[in-house]
């Protein structure tokens, strides 16, 4: 019988730590968190909704995080 997955866990960090930050910094600041995936995103964007532990989105406005979430 095959193990039962096990998700990795969440790094114990605020997502509006990230709000105003460059993209490029606040993406290197989260990688160094243990953010697993850290998703870009520009205003607007069409995205699926399903909560993935461990990834960290971010709509960015003229090179700044304007809104950052967990999933």
Do not use: C, H, Q
């Not at 997502?15 to 995103?41: C, I």
Request: hydrophobic residues 35%; aromatic residues 8%; positive net charge.
């Amino acid at each position: 019988m095959a193990p039962i997955p096990k998700p990795s866990a969440e790094p114990n960090d605020s997502p509006d730590t990230y709000v105003g930050l460059d993209s490029a910094r606040a993406e290197r600041l989260a990688r160094e968190k243990g953010w697993s995936t850290v998703r870009s995103l520009p205003p607007g964007a069409i995205i699926t909704m399903e909560y993935r532990v461990g990834r960290l989105n971010f709509e960015v406005r003229d090179g700044l995080v304007a809104r950052a979430w967990k999933g």
